[in-house]
């Protein structure tokens, strides 16, 4: 009313307001027009780059609007001395950043380059010339010839009295906090503190919050940093977090009782420079010294994270964030981070063998199961010979089982989660995630077809957050009416949705129209449905009549829930020439394949072989059970939903008489009478390189040059037909979308602390009646 009142329209003021906001943000932090999250300026003053890489870098950082418009000249460097040395940093940064820039540390609490700034911890005050007192560095904005001094007497006394004054209420808990050792708070008290303190009287004590199953607090220990308050706040985008009181009595909760309800909550554990927010899981188990640190991938959904798996003997004791500004920059999934547990328990250790139709799974030894295998292999007709990728599988284990099945002219290869067809994987830019993770910032117009990001990939929603919320980028959705954490337009549920935006129906059709550089995210669900072709022909002609595809710039981008698809689709895992997939198989090879839409289309005659981690449904309907080991125990290939390739590393060996899928594979080969030409996995990596050049290298991204119009795809595909039933998510339970959540105390806990059950999870309990109690057996026992 106040608006109209005035003869503004609501967009104007809303387009006003987004200005601002993303300019005062931007003079807060230095940045462009990014604001809070500079990411190409935190990467140009880390590397402490020359000026023109610097000038370049900030440009990059530009909106993809004011991209597209004719670029203002870039400013200047500008030329600023600390402790005396000269150092060029761009235009706007703070006096923290031109001092990161020299390659001078400032010690930091509140600050973080990630977040917006704060200025409250004071720990970072520097001296600079013609200022009457210290001066918060992270707040203060540069000057041309401005003289910074970091090393002063006065900036000393500052840093010893804040120290002073931020260990007068701190417990001494160091032996007992699981922060020891990798407390900032200890390390800036031996660097900067005083050797004794003057304070006498009672220390302050704080209650402690219940934030849920996986955050652990101890309120007395914390600085009121206001870290975490502004991860919740900004990137989670959930106000779960907050500050009550002022001075002495200012205390960090969630105003009521409630627990912290991200995806991505663990990160504050990180984030939190002191021992006040730890690991609840991991409260108690471990000192970071006795670990054993191995940088690895995050299997447990298709973004592919890079992580570090801790681990101390033979067993994972955590799983941390490693920095990856391509893919996850510094954060991590609770699903990752978390389930880690699950990897001890419903553990396959030994292999099973199930005797008559209806008999209880049995122990056997190694080569009893292989045998089995083999047998109901060999038996089988090769029309009715049928292998299924799993979400967890590994490149490595997938390219092995499509030669073992070829071996036997079996042409029945299906991914889990993929409708099946012959040429599902003709065109690699038609099933990946084009854009890249990293690009995806630099679209003006999203559109989501079918995918719930917050659940199918909160890394990926934290990035699109950051553009409709600090950029004002437009985002709509065809699909389920879901709470992404930022604003959106809800187009409908169905493929009639699309239809309108084809034929210029829908509002946002002239928004995409207008767009530079406008993105199309169809999620995985969409693959699964009897109309997936259909549904993804229409996105690809939407995609051609928008632009989405132009220069270096592909907008059309498919999302893939869990990290095993890509590699199957790239490794050509799909249905041969000759195959019937509407044949009903006798013999089925399940590859980590767990899904119940999976076990459900399997025949109650068919011999199963069930090759996983763990006793899960798959396991339960198996005819021979192999067990394999899981991706924190092998070293290992997956390609995450944009196609880049990377691989893990072994932390820890596998249970019992496990072995990686690979060689279970190339083991049954040679049982079978026909082994495969390969004996050691570098002979393997050749094979993959062989089948497809993707494999050739690591960590990197192979874009496609082939892109199919509208009528082509669905042509190609055989259908060009979408019914009206509605989008939903392809994971509708976060905590348990795979065997491994499955299997988690720790996600079951989450699941209820939410107070929801996101989806029926599979009933396993039959399955470790059969299994029993594992064991370890050696090979061929």
């Known amino acids: 009313v106040f608006f109209s009142h005035n003869s503004i329209s609501v967009m104007s003021v809303a387009s006003m307001w987004c200005v601002r906001r993303a300019s005062s943000l931007s003079l807060l932090v230095g940045g462009g027009p990014l604001g809070i999250h500079n990411n190409a300026l935190v990467r140009t003053l880390s590397s402490s780059s020359s000026a023109s890489a610097a000038a370049s870098s900030s440009a990059s950082s530009a909106t993809p609007a004011a991209a597209a418009a004719v670029a203002p000249e870039e400013p200047p460097p500008v030329e600023v001395f600390v402790n005396g040395e000269s150092v060029q940093v761009p235009k706007g940064v703070s006096v923290m950043q031109a001092c990161d820039a020299a390659g001078v540390d400032v010690p930091r609490f509140c600050y973080h380059q990630r977040l917006s700034i704060a200025g409250n911890c004071r720990m970072c005050l520097v001296e600079v010339t013609k200022s009457p007192k210290p001066v918060a560095s992270c707040a203060m904005p540069i000057m041309p010839g401005m003289q910074i001094h970091t090393e002063t007497p006065l900036v000393k006394k500052a840093r010893e009295g804040v120290m002073e004054f931020l260990l007068a209420n701190h417990p001494l808990d160091c032996p007992i906090c699981d922060q020891g050792g990798e407390c900032d708070l200890q390390d800036m008290s031996m660097a900067y503190g005083s050797d004794r303190g003057r304070f006498v009287e009672e220390k302050r004590a704080v209650e402690d919050k219940n934030l849920g199953p996986l955050v652990k607090t101890v309120m007395t220990r914390c600085i009121h940093c206001t870290r975490c308050v502004r991860f919740a706040t900004e990137v989670a985008g959930v106000h ?66 890079s992580i570090r798996v801790d681990a101390r003997g033979h067993e994972v004791m955590r799983i941390v964030p490693r920095l990856n500004e391509s893919v996850n920059e510094e954060w991590i999934g609770d699903r990752g981070r978390f389930s880690y547990d699950g990897l001890r328990r419903q553990r396959l250790d030994a292999p099973y063998v199930r005797g008559e139709k209806g008999a209880p799974l049995r122990k056997a030894t190694w080569k009893d199961a292989l045998e089995a295998a083999a047998h109901g292999l060999r038996s089988t007709p090769s029309t009715k010979l049928m292998a299924v990728a799993g979400k967890l599988a590994d490149a490595e284990s997938i ?33 990946v995630f084009n854009s890249t993770l990293e690009r995806i910032e630099e679209a003006d117009a999203i559109l989501l077809v079918g995918t719930d990001l917050r659940k199918e990939a909160p890394l990926l929603n934290s990035r699109l957050r950051r553009s409709a919320v600090y950029n004002c980028v437009p985002v709509a959705s065809v699909g389920p009416d879901v709470d992404l954490t930022y604003p959106k337009k809800d187009l409908g549920d169905s493929a009639k949705a699309i239809d309108d935006l084809l034929s210029g129906a829908s509002a946002f059709r002239a928004v995409l129209d207008g767009a530079s550089k406008p993105a199309i995210i169809v999620g995985a669900h969409v693959l699964s449905r009897p109309d997936a072709y259909g549904v993804l022909s229409k996105c690809v002609q939407l995609a051609n009549d928008v632009g989405c595809v132009s220069g270096d710039w592909n907008g059309y981008n498919v999302l893939h829930e869990c990290a095993g698809r890509v590699a199957a689709l790239d490794l050509g895992f799909v249905p041969g020439p000759k195959a019937d997939v509407a044949t009903a198989p006798g013999f089925v090879y399940l590859m980590n394949a767990d899904d119940e839409a999976t076990l459900a289309s399997i025949p109650e005659d068919a011999f199963v072989v069930y090759q996983g981690h763990h006793g899960d449904a798959g396991a339960a309907r198996a005819n021979v059970v192999l ?30 008489s496990a072995r990686e899928d690979w060689e279970v594979v190339r083991a049954l080969s040679e049982v079978a009478g026909l082994a495969l030409p390969y004996d050691d996995v570098d002979g393997l990596r050749v094979r993959m390189a062989e089948v497809s050049p993707t494999f050739a290298s690591v960590d990197s991204v192979q874009q496609s040059t082939i892109w199919l119009n509208g009528s082509t795809y669905a042509a190609s595909k055989g259908s060009s037909k979408a019914s009206t ?30 107070g929801e059950m996101y989806a029926k999870t599979h009933d396993v309990g039959s399955t470790l009646g059969e299994l029993g109690e594992p064991s370890a057996l050696p090979l061929g026992d």
């Open 399 to 431: 390219c092995a089982l499509k030669d073992l099945m070829a071996m036997y002219d079996g042409q029945n290869l299906q991914v889990e989660g993929v409708t099946p067809s012959s040429d599902a994987a003709d065109v690699r830019s038609s099933y």
């Open 627 to 656: 067990p394999g080991a899981a991706y924190t125990e092998k070293g290992a290939t997956y390609v995450n939903t944009e196609g880049r390739v990377q691989r893990t590393k072994r932390a820890v060996p596998p249970p019992g």
């Open 240 to 305: 779960d977090l907050g500050v009550t009181g002022r001075g002495g009595s200012a205390e960090i909760g969630t105003y009521l009782e409630k627990a912290l309800t991200s995806e991505m909550s663990g990160n504050v554990i990180d984030l939190c420079p002191v021992g006040a927010l730890t690991s609840k899981p991991y409260a108690f188990t471990a000192r970071s010294w006795e670990l054993r640190p191995t940088e690895s991938v995050d299997a447990t959904d298709g973004i592919g994270a």
């Open 725 to 754: 039933a509605p989008f939903t998510s392809s994971i509708s339970n976060y905590f348990q979308a795979d065997v491994i959540g499955r299997s988690s105390k720790t996600m079951a806990r989450c699941v209820e602390t939410r």
